[in-house]
Nanobody
Framework: QVQLVESGGGLVQAGDSLRLSCAAS????????MGWFRQAPGRDREFVSS????????TYADSVKGRFTISRDNAKNTVYLQMNSLKVDDTAVYYC?????????????????WGQGTQVTVSS
């Protein structure tokens, strides 16, 4: 059974950067699409970014395109999310997830393993 643990969140000011990590243990994630999602208080969980198993293909939500970069290191069984030019609206709990048998990249229900999340708070 694979477990995902996110880290790297924190309190930053608008315009700052953060790098989130998602470390997998128990089983390799090297053959899976991996995604990042976020959930702000009172809002649904929303797609942020995904990356193919090889890292050659990435997808981003329009709200983060050009500011966030997803990457992975399969040798380390880890996925990353580099977040630059952070905005107050980026404040949320960020989750990484492994896509299961689902067909889409953006729907949370298509991901079958989730981490516990890491809080990102951006102040103005």
């Amino acid at each position: 059974q694979v477990q995902l643990v996110e880290s790297g969140g924190g309190l930053v000011q608008a315009g700052d950067s953060l790098r989130l990590s998602c470390a997998a243990s128990g089983r390799t994630i090297s053959s899976y699409v991996m995604g990042w999602f976020r959930q702000a208080p009172g809002r649904d969980r929303e797609f942020v970014s995904s990356i193919s198993w090889s890292g050659s293909s990435t997808t981003y939500a329009d709200s983060v395109k050009g500011r966030f970069t997803i990457s992975r290191d399969n040798a380390k069984n880890t996925v990353y999310l580099q977040m630059n030019s952070l905005k107050v609206d980026d404040t949320a709990v960020y989750y990484c997830a492994r896509r299961g048998t689902g067909l889409t990249l953006r729907r949370p229900s298509d991901y079958d393993v989730w981490g516990q999340g890491t809080q990102v708070t951006v102040s103005s």
